[in-house]
């Protein structure tokens, strides 16, 4: 075989097992859909998958892991939707035109779930449960992708440095880690609120109130 027949044939492999670790990812994001974390295990996903649990250990150490590259998965969806949205026609000195960026950024949140209802489980459990270089390898590619997005909000006007931009998205990720779960009750809190009138907030809306205030009170403290 050639040099060059090696290097296809490489290169090949590297792409069915990309393939094979996406499959992983999409099962394992449908029984989240379908129920809870508890229900995630690396037995039901190699089943569903159409593997043995033994084959299913080549692409993951452990079931944290699936889910630690599923939220990293989320980021990376959650980075090309603010790529894609334009941003730069809002006058950043108007409140209404806040008011507007934190409407267009709340709903295309929401549309990642996995931000929210893995970022829950992130530091408490998901992170405690891999391996040390999975969890370095994956914080590296959050950091950048942090760093990204803090410039793209700088670049559409909604923040003056970056350093405000960065601090404003970790704090968004730790609000959105208490949020979620609030606004998606498990069946069994679902019935204990509406047995004693507890209030179940609107996760879009509750991150459009939080954004709006981040926006207005970083402008407010740099006295603009």
Known sequence: MSKEDQTYQRARIQEQKAQRLDDILDTTESILDEGSYRDVTLSAIA??????????????????????????????GILEDMQSIDLGSLDASSRDDLKTAAAILAAMLSMHRDFGRLGALLPSIIETNVALER??????????????????????????????????????????????????????????????????????????????????????????
Do not use: W
């Open 47 to 76: 089943e569903r998958v159409g593997c043995s649990r033994a084959n299913l250990s080549h692409y993951v150490g452990s079931k944290e892991e699936i889910l630690l590259l599923l939220y990293t998965r989320s980021l990376k």
């Open 135 to 224: 969890l370095i390898q994956c914080k590296c590619e959050i950091i950048a992708m942090m760093t990204e997005g803090a410039d793209l909000l700088v670049e559409c006007g909604l923040f003056d440095d970056s350093a405000d931009s960065a601090r404003f998205l970790r704090d968004l990720a730790n609000y959105v880690s208490g949020l979620y779960p609030a606004t998606h009750p498990l069946p069994i809190q679902r019935i204990a609120c509406k047995e004693t009138g507890y209030p179940i907030l609107s996760y879009e809306a509750s991150l459009r109130n939080f954004l709006i205030i981040q926006f207005v009170g970083y402008r407010t403290l740099k006295g603009k």
